[in-house]
């Protein structure tokens, strides 16, 4: 008897989602899969809507009143909208591939 649920638990066990999950890390699907992932990353110059906002205080100066996502070019962006100490408000386009900014 001991045996038999032995033998019940070490069956459960192998065909379990869990076991396998642990195994599916090391396949060559999920390292292709974290590959892209990271590429996709890296090529990305601007990663956030932080480093957006940053990016355009530097070049243009004012105070960021509000950062959105946009498709620039076909690909990921930011639209960052800032007041500038002589009191014009400004929208800057960011191209998160390039960094390039764009606007007046």
Known sequence: ????VALFIFCFLLTSPI???????YSPAAAERSAKSNQ???ALKVRSSQQAAK???????????KVSKKNVNGHSGYKV??????????TIIVDAQTGRLSGN
């Open 1 to 4: 008897m001991k045996t038999l």
């Open 81 to 90: 909208k800032l007041i500038k100490s002589n009191g014009h408000v400004v």
């Open 55 to 65: 990016l355009v205080k530097q070049r243009y100066g004012g105070k960021v009143l």
């Open 40 to 42: 996709s990353q890296k």
């Open 19 to 25: 076991t396998w999950a642990k195994y599916d890390a």
